[in-house]
């Protein structure tokens, strides 16, 4: 399989071999993003990390809530280059699963469960906005959460047999 199709093409399935193999490409590429954007604007970089830069950002969606202001050019590209991360960890999370047996349902119960706590952090976040630094508090407990649940979730995910493996 391709790296394009294995990255970009929600369709079919792949074994363990592939899946980590994949990841690693994800992580090294994702690594590679953040420290070019760090040449550019050091503001908005970290959207590149897993789990951090989801974090980052809704302290960003947070402040710009909370000064009632329109997001500048730079926040914006940073939520592409997140949805530009998250979209082949998700065609590569899918295909795991599917090969696991598993489906759609454990992918689909990790993204509610990551939205549900980003969003309970983001709106923490906005509840302490105008006390100083305490505002770092919720941040950092959305990416730790995130990270945590995250690495649960690949490991066991990447950890299963496939279905062919089981049936023989």
């Known amino acids: 399989m391709s790296l394009l199709s294995l990255l970009f093409d929600p369709r079919g399935a792949v074994d363990r071999r592939a899946f980590w193999s994949g990841l690693i490409q994800l992580t090294v590429v994702s690594l590679a993003v953040y420290v070019g954007l760090i040449y550019l604007t050091q503001a908005w970089a970290f959207a590149a990390l897993p789990a951090i830069g989801e974090a980052f950002l809704i302290g960003g969606v947070v402040g710009h809530l909370y000064d009632a202001t329109v997001p500048d050019v730079a926040f914006v590209a940073a939520l592409g280059v997140l949805a530009t991360r998250l979209y082949p960890a998700t065609c590569l999370l899918l295909k795991r699963s599917r090969d696991a047996g598993q489906g759609v349902r454990p992918l689909m119960v990790f993204s509610l469960t990551s939205l549900a706590v980003h969003l309970l952090m983001g709106l923490w976040a906005y509840d302490l906005f105008g006390d100083g630094m305490a505002v770092i508090v919720p941040l950092i407990a959305d990416g730790v959460i ?3 649940t ?18 023989v």
């Open 150 to 167: 995250g690495t649960v979730f690949v490991i066991w995910l990447g950890g299963i047999p496939s279905r062919r493996q089981r049936d």
């Open 146 to 148: 995130t990270a945590l």
